[in-house]
């Protein structure tokens, strides 16, 4: 389970975005656009293992998965100069675009009829939750998400496992937009200080 420092995302809603980690992003993806394959690798290496997770959630298929998050970074690395920082978050940006490719790929998928049904291989490669899980930082994680209140652990979960956006969670959980991003930045502050402690 990644949780990750946030602020508002307004136009790109629904990825975890921490000012200064943001700013990084936007240099990098500033530098792809001008062709840096090396910033791309960094972009890719600093964002990869989030996207595949949110794209596996929505897949459910490890290769669908994999083949949605290859074809965003391609999308991203091909319209990194027409990327505005003014409109939101590069991580935001990243995950719609992820999202629109996983979604896509499972109408695709839906609309194959192949005849032969090939069983899937189970991976025997711990996932990324069990291996965060056995990471200190991940315990670390684990104990404080456990110790906030109940309605803050549920919309940090909802907001940043799920994926779900401020609007969305605000429909689902029947409560006004500001209170849940109340509940959201309560609950990140007191994340922060029990990890910081």
């Known amino acids: 389970m990644d949780v990750f420092d946030l602020a508002d995302a307004e136009q790109y809603p629904g990825a ?29 290496d600093l964002e990869s293992k989030r996207l595949y997770g949110l794209a596996l959630r929505i897949t459910r298929q ?17 319209r990194a100069a027409r990327f505005d920082p003014a409109r939101g978050s590069v991580a935001a940006w990243l995950t719609g675009l992820v999202r629109y490719r996983a979604i896509d790929a499972m109408r695709k998928r839906a609309r194959e009829v192949t005849g032969v ?9 711990p996932g990324a939750l069990d291996r965060l899980l056995a990471s200190a930082a991940g315990q670390a994680l684990h104990r404080c998400l456990n110790g906030l209140e109940q309605r803050q652990r549920q919309v940090i979960v909802m907001a940043f496992v799920d994926g779900l956006s401020h609007a969305e969670l605000a429909v689902r959980l029947e409560s ?15 994340l922060k200080a029990c990890l910081d402690s």
């Open 16 to 44: 975890p975005v921490d000012r200064a980690e943001d700013a990084a992003l936007s240099a990098l993806l500033l530098r792809c656009g001008e062709g840096d394959r090396a910033a791309f690798h960094r972009l890719y």
């Open 176 to 190: 006004p937009l500001g209170t849940v991003k109340s509940w959201i930045r309560r609950g990140l502050q007191a």
């Open 117 to 125: 049904e090939l069983p899937e291989e189970a991976d025997d490669a």
């Open 62 to 78: 490890p290769a669908l998965a994999a083949d949605a998050v290859h074809d965003a970074l391609l999308q991203a690395w091909q």
